[in-house]
Protein backbone atom coordinates (compact mmCIF):
# COMPACT_ATOMS: atom_id res chain seq x y z
CA UNK A 1 0.00 0.00 0.00
CA UNK A 2 2.63 2.48 0.43
CA UNK A 3 4.23 1.55 -2.72
CA UNK A 4 1.19 2.38 -4.54
CA UNK A 5 0.42 5.93 -2.26
CA UNK A 6 4.07 6.76 -3.56
CA UNK A 7 3.41 6.92 -6.80
CA UNK A 8 -0.21 8.40 -6.63
CA UNK A 9 1.86 11.14 -4.79
CA UNK A 10 4.75 11.42 -7.91
CA UNK A 11 1.28 11.31 -10.52
CA UNK A 12 -0.35 14.19 -8.20
CA UNK A 13 3.36 15.99 -8.36
CA UNK A 14 3.92 15.57 -11.81
CA UNK A 15 0.26 17.00 -12.94
CA UNK A 16 0.64 19.91 -10.78
CA UNK A 17 4.00 20.55 -12.94
CA UNK A 18 2.45 19.79 -16.30
CA UNK A 19 -0.76 22.04 -16.03
CA UNK A 20 1.65 25.33 -14.59
CA UNK A 21 3.58 24.64 -17.93
CA UNK A 22 0.72 24.45 -20.38
CA UNK A 23 -0.87 27.46 -18.95
CA UNK A 24 2.21 29.28 -19.46
CA UNK A 25 2.10 27.98 -23.14
CA UNK A 26 -1.54 28.75 -23.94
CA UNK A 27 -1.72 32.23 -22.36
CA UNK A 28 1.19 32.71 -25.06
CA UNK A 29 -1.16 31.82 -28.09
CA UNK A 30 -2.64 34.27 -30.26
CA UNK A 31 -4.69 32.52 -32.38
CA UNK A 32 -8.01 31.62 -30.20
CA UNK A 33 -10.83 30.57 -32.24
CA UNK A 34 -14.14 32.68 -32.18
CA UNK A 35 -16.88 32.53 -29.37
CA UNK A 36 -20.37 31.15 -30.20
CA UNK A 37 -21.77 34.61 -30.95
CA UNK A 38 -25.04 33.16 -32.60
CA UNK A 39 -25.88 32.82 -29.09
CA UNK A 40 -26.14 36.63 -27.85
CA UNK A 41 -24.98 35.97 -24.22
CA UNK A 42 -21.93 34.11 -25.49
CA UNK A 43 -20.78 36.46 -27.88
CA UNK A 44 -19.88 38.67 -25.04
CA UNK A 45 -17.48 36.00 -22.89
CA UNK A 46 -13.87 37.02 -22.83
CA UNK A 47 -11.87 35.27 -25.42
CA UNK A 48 -8.74 35.23 -23.41
CA UNK A 49 -10.99 33.05 -20.63
CA UNK A 50 -8.83 30.02 -19.70
CA UNK A 51 -9.53 27.38 -16.99
CA UNK A 52 -8.58 23.70 -16.43
CA UNK A 53 -8.84 21.37 -13.73
CA UNK A 54 -8.10 17.58 -13.30
CA UNK A 55 -9.41 15.24 -10.39
CA UNK A 56 -8.26 12.10 -9.58
CA UNK A 57 -9.50 9.21 -8.06
CA UNK A 58 -8.58 10.29 -4.53
CA UNK A 59 -10.66 13.46 -4.91
CA UNK A 60 -7.61 15.81 -5.42
CA UNK A 61 -8.00 18.53 -7.48
CA UNK A 62 -5.08 20.14 -9.70
CA UNK A 63 -6.09 23.36 -11.10
CA UNK A 64 -4.69 26.42 -12.97
CA UNK A 65 -6.01 29.66 -14.64
CA UNK A 66 -9.82 30.38 -14.06
CA UNK A 67 -10.40 26.85 -12.95
CA UNK A 68 -13.28 28.03 -10.28
CA UNK A 69 -14.99 30.71 -12.95
CA UNK A 70 -18.36 29.34 -13.69
CA UNK A 71 -19.58 28.84 -17.39
CA UNK A 72 -21.84 28.38 -19.50
CA UNK A 73 -21.43 23.95 -19.81
CA UNK A 74 -23.32 23.85 -23.36
CA UNK A 75 -24.17 20.54 -25.26
CA UNK A 76 -21.56 19.39 -22.16
CA UNK A 77 -24.87 18.55 -20.44
CA UNK A 78 -25.62 16.21 -22.93
CA UNK A 79 -23.60 13.72 -20.93
CA UNK A 80 -25.10 14.19 -18.48
CA UNK A 81 -28.89 13.78 -19.69
CA UNK A 82 -27.67 10.31 -21.48
CA UNK A 83 -26.86 9.21 -18.15
CA UNK A 84 -30.41 10.05 -16.77
CA UNK A 85 -31.73 8.33 -20.29
CA UNK A 86 -29.92 4.98 -19.98
CA UNK A 87 -30.85 4.96 -15.99
CA UNK A 88 -34.65 4.99 -16.59
CA UNK A 89 -34.96 3.17 -20.26
CA UNK A 90 -31.85 1.41 -20.38
CA UNK A 91 -31.28 0.45 -23.82
CA UNK A 92 -34.91 1.34 -25.36
CA UNK A 93 -33.82 4.77 -25.83
CA UNK A 94 -31.86 3.10 -29.18
CA UNK A 95 -35.10 2.44 -30.72
CA UNK A 96 -35.22 6.41 -31.28
CA UNK A 97 -31.62 7.82 -31.32
CA UNK A 98 -28.84 6.17 -32.88
CA UNK A 99 -25.02 5.40 -32.00
CA UNK A 100 -23.42 6.61 -35.25
CA UNK A 101 -21.25 9.85 -35.81
CA UNK A 102 -23.37 12.59 -37.78
CA UNK A 103 -20.96 13.48 -40.52
CA UNK A 104 -22.53 16.89 -40.37
CA UNK A 105 -23.00 20.13 -38.05
CA UNK A 106 -24.28 19.44 -34.87
CA UNK A 107 -27.53 21.13 -35.62
CA UNK A 108 -28.05 19.89 -39.50
CA UNK A 109 -31.49 19.09 -40.84
CA UNK A 110 -30.60 17.58 -44.16
CA UNK A 111 -29.17 14.27 -42.08
CA UNK A 112 -32.59 14.47 -40.16
CA UNK A 113 -34.77 13.84 -43.35
CA UNK A 114 -32.45 11.34 -44.71
CA UNK A 115 -32.81 9.54 -41.76
CA UNK A 116 -36.78 9.83 -41.22
CA UNK A 117 -36.62 11.97 -38.11
CA UNK A 118 -34.06 9.38 -36.28
CA UNK A 119 -31.03 11.38 -34.83
CA UNK A 120 -27.62 9.70 -35.43
CA UNK A 121 -26.54 9.78 -32.13
CA UNK A 122 -27.50 11.55 -28.46
CA UNK A 123 -24.95 14.83 -28.32
CA UNK A 124 -26.33 16.14 -31.67
CA UNK A 125 -28.72 18.57 -31.49
CA UNK A 126 -31.30 16.63 -32.77
CA UNK A 127 -30.71 13.40 -30.65
CA UNK A 128 -30.31 15.28 -26.83
CA UNK A 129 -33.61 16.55 -28.00
CA UNK A 130 -34.53 13.34 -28.26
CA UNK A 131 -32.94 12.22 -25.11
CA UNK A 132 -34.87 15.47 -23.37
CA UNK A 133 -38.25 14.46 -24.68
CA UNK A 134 -37.23 10.64 -22.96
CA UNK A 135 -36.45 12.28 -19.23
CA UNK A 136 -39.89 14.14 -19.35
CA UNK A 137 -41.48 10.97 -19.84
CA UNK A 138 -44.59 11.46 -16.55
CA UNK A 139 -42.86 14.73 -15.42
CA UNK A 140 -43.65 18.39 -16.31
CA UNK A 141 -40.82 20.31 -17.61
CA UNK A 142 -40.30 22.05 -14.44
CA UNK A 143 -39.96 18.46 -12.84
CA UNK A 144 -37.64 16.89 -15.34
CA UNK A 145 -35.43 19.89 -15.52
CA UNK A 146 -34.87 19.29 -11.68
CA UNK A 147 -34.11 15.97 -12.05
CA UNK A 148 -31.65 16.99 -14.19
CA UNK A 149 -30.02 19.55 -12.12
CA UNK A 150 -30.57 17.44 -9.08
CA UNK A 151 -28.16 14.90 -10.90
CA UNK A 152 -25.55 17.19 -11.37
CA UNK A 153 -25.75 18.92 -7.67
CA UNK A 154 -25.52 15.24 -6.70
CA UNK A 155 -22.58 14.08 -8.82
CA UNK A 156 -20.50 17.14 -7.84
CA UNK A 157 -22.10 16.91 -3.85
CA UNK A 158 -22.45 21.13 -4.78
CA UNK A 159 -25.74 22.57 -4.38
CA UNK A 160 -24.63 26.06 -5.82
CA UNK A 161 -24.68 24.69 -9.23
CA UNK A 162 -27.36 26.43 -10.96
CA UNK A 163 -28.82 27.26 -14.18
CA UNK A 164 -27.98 30.71 -16.04
CA UNK A 165 -31.25 32.40 -16.56
CA UNK A 166 -29.93 35.00 -19.24
CA UNK A 167 -28.17 32.73 -21.14
CA UNK A 168 -31.62 30.23 -21.05
CA UNK A 169 -33.74 33.48 -22.68
CA UNK A 170 -30.82 34.66 -25.26
CA UNK A 171 -30.86 30.75 -26.20
CA UNK A 172 -34.74 31.27 -26.58
CA UNK A 173 -34.22 34.21 -28.75
CA UNK A 174 -32.05 33.00 -30.99
CA UNK A 175 -33.00 29.24 -30.84
CA UNK A 176 -34.89 29.12 -34.11
CA UNK A 177 -32.41 26.07 -35.90
CA UNK A 178 -33.40 23.86 -32.53
CA UNK A 179 -37.24 24.76 -33.40
CA UNK A 180 -37.04 23.48 -36.50
CA UNK A 181 -35.18 20.44 -35.59
CA UNK A 182 -37.74 19.73 -33.08
CA UNK A 183 -40.39 20.38 -35.00
CA UNK A 184 -38.99 18.30 -37.60
CA UNK A 185 -39.09 15.52 -35.68
CA UNK A 186 -42.47 15.75 -33.79
CA UNK A 187 -43.81 14.94 -37.55
CA UNK A 188 -42.10 12.01 -37.66
CA UNK A 189 -43.11 10.94 -34.19
CA UNK A 190 -40.34 10.72 -33.02
CA UNK A 191 -41.10 13.70 -30.33
CA UNK A 192 -43.79 12.60 -27.47
CA UNK A 193 -44.28 15.70 -25.76
CA UNK A 194 -45.28 19.32 -26.90
CA UNK A 195 -42.28 21.01 -28.72
CA UNK A 196 -41.97 23.83 -26.06
CA UNK A 197 -41.96 21.77 -23.84
CA UNK A 198 -38.68 19.76 -25.05
CA UNK A 199 -37.14 22.84 -25.97
CA UNK A 200 -37.74 24.32 -22.73
CA UNK A 201 -36.31 21.66 -20.76
CA UNK A 202 -33.36 21.83 -23.55
CA UNK A 203 -32.96 25.22 -23.40
CA UNK A 204 -32.48 25.34 -19.46
CA UNK A 205 -30.28 21.98 -19.45
CA UNK A 206 -27.54 23.54 -21.81
CA UNK A 207 -27.51 26.65 -19.85
CA UNK A 208 -26.42 24.74 -16.33
CA UNK A 209 -22.92 27.27 -15.47
CA UNK A 210 -20.45 25.44 -13.87
CA UNK A 211 -16.83 25.52 -13.28
CA UNK A 212 -13.82 23.68 -14.64
CA UNK A 213 -13.31 22.58 -11.03
CA UNK A 214 -17.36 21.31 -10.84
CA UNK A 215 -17.09 19.85 -14.39
CA UNK A 216 -14.27 17.87 -13.79
CA UNK A 217 -15.71 16.37 -10.78
CA UNK A 218 -19.09 15.66 -12.45
CA UNK A 219 -17.08 13.06 -14.39
CA UNK A 220 -15.20 11.17 -12.39
CA UNK A 221 -18.13 8.39 -12.55
CA UNK A 222 -16.93 8.28 -15.84
CA UNK A 223 -13.27 7.45 -14.98
CA UNK A 224 -14.15 4.64 -12.60
CA UNK A 225 -16.72 2.43 -14.30
CA UNK A 226 -19.99 4.47 -13.13
CA UNK A 227 -19.07 4.59 -9.30
CA UNK A 228 -18.32 7.81 -7.46
CA UNK A 229 -14.97 7.21 -6.17
CA UNK A 230 -15.27 9.61 -3.16
CA UNK A 231 -18.75 7.86 -1.91
CA UNK A 232 -18.22 4.44 -3.75
CA UNK A 233 -21.97 4.61 -4.77
CA UNK A 234 -23.06 3.50 -8.13
CA UNK A 235 -24.60 6.06 -9.88
CA UNK A 236 -24.60 4.23 -13.60
CA UNK A 237 -23.80 0.55 -14.23
CA UNK A 238 -20.68 0.01 -15.27
CA UNK A 239 -21.49 -1.30 -18.57
CA UNK A 240 -23.43 1.92 -19.37
CA UNK A 241 -20.68 4.09 -18.75
CA UNK A 242 -18.31 2.37 -20.72
CA UNK A 243 -20.86 3.14 -23.57
CA UNK A 244 -21.38 6.73 -22.77
CA UNK A 245 -17.44 7.31 -22.92
CA UNK A 246 -17.65 5.21 -26.35
CA UNK A 247 -19.92 7.58 -27.71
CA UNK A 248 -18.33 10.45 -26.33
CA UNK A 249 -14.82 9.48 -28.46
CA UNK A 250 -16.48 8.51 -31.70
CA UNK A 251 -19.19 11.54 -31.33
CA UNK A 252 -18.54 13.92 -28.67
CA UNK A 253 -16.78 16.76 -30.79
CA UNK A 254 -18.99 16.40 -34.09
CA UNK A 255 -17.38 16.89 -37.04
CA UNK A 256 -14.35 17.07 -34.43
CA UNK A 257 -14.14 14.09 -33.16
CA UNK A 258 -12.18 11.85 -35.22
CA UNK A 259 -9.31 14.86 -34.96
CA UNK A 260 -9.85 14.79 -31.16
CA UNK A 261 -9.33 10.94 -30.64
CA UNK A 262 -6.19 10.97 -33.10
CA UNK A 263 -4.72 14.36 -31.16
CA UNK A 264 -6.45 13.74 -27.17
CA UNK A 265 -6.49 10.33 -27.27
CA UNK A 266 -9.50 10.25 -24.74
CA UNK A 267 -13.42 10.16 -24.49
CA UNK A 268 -14.43 13.53 -24.51
CA UNK A 269 -17.43 16.03 -24.65
CA UNK A 270 -17.41 19.47 -25.87
CA UNK A 271 -19.72 22.27 -25.56
CA UNK A 272 -19.76 25.79 -27.69
CA UNK A 273 -19.85 27.73 -24.44
CA UNK A 274 -15.68 26.25 -24.87
CA UNK A 275 -15.79 23.72 -22.18
CA UNK A 276 -14.78 20.08 -23.11
CA UNK A 277 -15.28 17.50 -20.20
CA UNK A 278 -12.36 14.54 -20.83
CA UNK A 279 -12.12 11.50 -19.04
CA UNK A 280 -8.79 8.86 -18.45
CA UNK A 281 -10.34 5.81 -17.37
CA UNK A 282 -8.92 4.42 -14.29
CA UNK A 283 -7.13 7.28 -13.88
CA UNK A 284 -8.56 10.98 -13.62
CA UNK A 285 -11.50 13.50 -14.71
CA UNK A 286 -10.64 16.62 -16.80
CA UNK A 287 -11.92 19.62 -17.41
CA UNK A 288 -10.68 23.01 -19.45
CA UNK A 289 -12.37 26.29 -20.54
CA UNK A 290 -11.43 28.79 -23.17
CA UNK A 291 -14.39 30.25 -25.03
CA UNK A 292 -13.00 30.79 -28.35
CA UNK A 293 -14.04 27.87 -30.65
CA UNK A 294 -12.46 26.24 -33.79
CA UNK A 295 -14.94 25.60 -37.44
CA UNK A 296 -16.35 22.57 -36.00
CA UNK A 297 -17.76 24.45 -32.70
CA UNK A 298 -15.00 23.05 -30.03
CA UNK A 299 -12.93 24.89 -27.75
CA UNK A 300 -10.11 25.35 -29.64
CA UNK A 301 -7.19 26.40 -27.22
CA UNK A 302 -8.84 23.33 -24.86
CA UNK A 303 -8.51 20.76 -27.45
CA UNK A 304 -4.48 21.99 -27.69
CA UNK A 305 -3.85 21.74 -23.78
CA UNK A 306 -5.49 18.39 -23.62
CA UNK A 307 -3.30 17.32 -26.40
CA UNK A 308 -0.24 19.09 -24.39
CA UNK A 309 -1.61 17.06 -21.37
CA UNK A 310 -2.31 13.45 -22.32
CA UNK A 311 1.02 13.65 -24.41
CA UNK A 312 2.95 14.84 -21.36
CA UNK A 313 1.12 12.57 -18.95
CA UNK A 314 1.13 9.19 -21.35
CA UNK A 315 -2.77 8.98 -20.86
CA UNK A 316 -3.97 8.59 -24.24
CA UNK A 317 -6.65 5.31 -24.39
CA UNK A 318 -4.03 4.35 -26.95
CA UNK A 319 -0.73 4.16 -24.89
CA UNK A 320 2.09 6.10 -24.19
CA UNK A 321 3.94 6.83 -27.06
CA UNK A 322 6.30 9.38 -26.20
Known amino acids: MAKIENERQVVRSNVDVVLCDIFREITQRKERGQVAAYIPELADVDIESFGLAVVD ?98 ITADSSIRIDETVVASEQRAGFRNAALANFMKSFGVLVHPVEHVLGVYFHHCAIAMSCRQLAKAGRFLAHLGRDPSTN ?54 AVWSPGLDVNGNSQLGRVALEMLTTRMGWSIFGNFQ
Open 233 to 286: LMVVQSERARRINSLMLTCGHYNGSGEFAYRVGLPGKSGVGGGILAIVPNVASI
Open 57 to 154: AGGKVAAVGEADTPFSIQSISKVFTLTLALGRFGDRIWERVGREPSGNSFNSIVQLEFDRGIPRNPFINAGALVVTDLILSGHEPREALGEILSFVRG
